[in-house]
T-cell receptor, first 113, second 114 residues
Framework: KAGVTQTPRYLIKTRGQQVTLSCSPISGHRSVSWYQQTPGQGLQFLFEYFSETQRNKGNFPGRFSGRQFSNSRSEMNVSTLELGDSALYLC????????????FGPGTRLLVL | AQSVTQLGSHVSVSEGALVLLRCNYSSSVPPYLFWYVQYPNQGLQLLLKYTSAATLVKGINGFEAEFKKSETSFHLTKPSAHMSDAAEYFCAVFKKAAGNKLTFGGGTRVLVKP
């Protein structure tokens, strides 16, 4: 069974631009969570989507948003990029919301210049 | 709020020596506990998880962890380090009541010396 896939793997943007990252969960998994990883803040939860609805949200500004499609694929969007948004963005999938075991993708590394 | 503390941001071990990575959590109720490993330029790979079935949990690549409620600890060990164990290791907790999210420790980077 294929694992979690994320595209693109690497991205370079400039301040003020917006970016969209994509995540395809493991087949049969219906919950997708997003995490941001930075050297200073470590791994932080962004949000969780299940059944095309945002179920939980971390402590991030409204510039960070996401959505989930009927096939469980998810996208996250960051608008008006700031230098501090440079990070590795990780997507994780689980069978359902509330399922404790999450499987991670390889991540998208975003560099904001 | 939950928190996870990993003692030591860097650990250096010799090949063949014991690997011991420490993790303590704060929670009034034992949560689900995890260890993940991250190799350079990769995502997180699940090493093992504790879900209250057994206090000693065996994972992949020869790693195991022991849950000790009295110490609120979930330390990760491997009897004999291999060069391929060089990576960053993260301890994490999950509680449904805390938003269905994983809360991670700061990570411990392991260096294996030949």
């Amino acid at each position: 069974k294929a694992g979690v896939t994320q595209t693109p793997r690497y991205l370079i943007k400039t301040r003020g631009q917006q970016v969209t990252l994509s995540c395809s969960p493991i087949s049969g998994h219906r919950s997708v969570s997003w995490y941001q990883q930075t050297p200073g803040q470590g791994l932080q939860f962004l949000f969780e989507y299940f059944s095309e609805t945002q179920r939980n949200k971390g402590n991030f500004p409204g510039r960070f948003s996401g959505r989930q499609f009927s096939n469980s694929r998810s996208e996250m969007n960051v608008s008006t990029l700031e230098l501090g948004d440079s990070a590795l963005y990780l997507c994780a999938s689980s069978l359902s919301t509330g399922q404790e075991t999450q499987y991670f993708g390889p991540g998208t590394r975003l560099l904001v210049l | 709020a939950q928190s996870v503390t990993q003692l030591g941001s860097h650990v250096s071990v010799s090949e063949g020596a014991l690997v011991l990575l420490r993790c303590n959590y704060s929670s009034s109720v034992p949560p689900y506990l995890f260890w993940y490993v991250q190799y350079p330029n990769q995502g997180l790979q699940l090493l093992l998880k504790y879900t209250s079935a057994a206090t000693l949990v065996k994972g992949i690549n020869g790693f195991e962890a022991e849950f000790k409620k009295s110490e609120t600890s979930f330390h990760l060990t491997k009897p004999s380090a291999h060069m391929s164990d060089a990576a960053e290791y993260f301890c994490a907790v999950f509680k449904k009541a805390a938003g269905n999210k994983l809360t991670f420790g700061g990570g411990t980077r392991v260096l294996v010396k030949p």
